[in-house]
């Protein structure tokens, strides 16, 4: 048996995107959950939680499809995608997990599955001398269709979305495997519900930018806007990220992780991924983005800074009290991970 492929590298040759095959210049911040999942699955690590609190197109959800076909290609694992109801689940199979599959040996692999007491729909199976593993994107607004479904992997993709109740019938799913790998995703929408919850039950990792002018570390969405230079200027410059102390340039890839503290579980890691730490996403349509958001939902800039620690961007924040615009803490990653 040859050697196994580390996920990244099943990633960048086996899964694409829209705009073409999987890579990750310019998305540097994915690639350390990326590898936690890697040192997890080769190891064997058993009842591992990952939880990434994220902002809206960084890739993380190509990221989710690539370690799906990796688990039940590669490690040879049962994996269950669920996702907020079935239709959105019905399409999400369709027009997602099988064009991400560039090789066309892993496209011939994978046919449409059956399994005892499950619904055929999303069921996709993967057939190989040691017997077949199954890869079950599911809605999980209904779980009548797949109670005798065992897995080894979850993945909960836009997890704010998905009923409490059925969240705990999904662990239940893993009870006979030998990994018990649970992956949440979403981007926040409430302090202290949903994924940030989640986020704050893990060690909190943050994408934290060096300053090669003074030494210093910057988690960017919580110093925001001071890092940013350049945006609200009358002669329209082109925004860039500055160090709040010397003014010298930050780039947003050369960050490092770093966890905020010990999580509740040890086995439970949790990244916040917010678009500032992905250099793809470019500064000038999160800039205008925040602006906008200044002059039509408070109006004026000075509140918004007031409150950069608050729920400001979030469409459920409507009408937040004070008490609530000024909560400190990982409410503003919830604000610039949406935006």
């Keep these: 048996m040859g050697r196994r492929p580390s996920l990244q590298e099943f990633m960048e040759t086996e899964v694409g995107s829209d705009s073409g095959p999987l890579n990750f210049r310019g998305r540097e911040a ?30 993380m959800t190509s990221v989710a499809i690539g370690l799906a076909l990796y688990c039940v290609r590669v490690r040879r694992l049962n994996v269950g995608y669920f996702l907020p109801d079935q239709d959105f689940a019905n399409r999400f199979a369709d027009t997602r997990i099988r064009p991400a599959i560039r090789n066309p040996r892993l496209a011939a692999a994978m046919r449409d599955g059956r399994y005892r007491g499950a619904a055929s729909k999303g069921l ?15 809605g999980l607004q209904d779980i009548g269709n797949a109670i005798s479904l065992p897995l080894d992997v979850l993945i909960r993709d836009e997890v704010d979305d998905l009923p409490p109740e059925n969240l705990a019938w999904s ?24 994924i940030h919850a989640m986020y704050e039950d893990g060690d909190r990792r943050t994408w934290r930018v060096p300053c090669f002018g003074c030494q210093s570390e910057w ?51 949790s990244w916040r991924i917010p678009q500032l730490a992905v250099e793809a996403i470019r500064l000038e349509r999160i800039a205008a983005k925040w602006r906008a958001a200044v002059s039509t939902r408070f109006g004026s800039e ?38």
């Design 171 to 194: 662990n239940d799913r893993l009870d006979a495997s030998r990994i018990g790998l649970t992956v949440n995703l979403a981007m926040g929408r409430t302090p202290g519900r949903g």
């Design 124 to 138: 996709k199976e993967f057939p190989a001398p040691g017997g077949s593993r199954f890869l079950y994107v599911l």
């Design 302 to 339: 000075a509140l918004c800074k007031a409150g950069a620690n608050g729920p400001l961007m979030s469409s459920d924040s409507a009408g937040a009290s004070a008490t609530e615009i000024r909560s400190k803490g990982a409410a503003n990653a919830i604000r610039l991970s949406r935006v």
């Design 30 to 59: 994915l690639l350390g959950p990326m590898a936690h999942l890697d040192e997890v699955l080769r190891l064997g690590l058993p009842e591992q939680t990952v939880s990434i609190l994220k902002g809206t197109q960084i890739g």
């Design 219 to 269: 988690t960017l969405e919580e110093h925001w806007p001071e890092v940013l230079a350049d945006a609200l200027a009358d002669d329209g410059g082109p925004p860039r990220l500055v160090c709040p102390s010397c003014g010298a340039h930050l780039s947003r890839s050369a960050g490092r992780w770093a966890p905020a503290g010990e999580p509740a579980l040890r086995s439970h890691a």
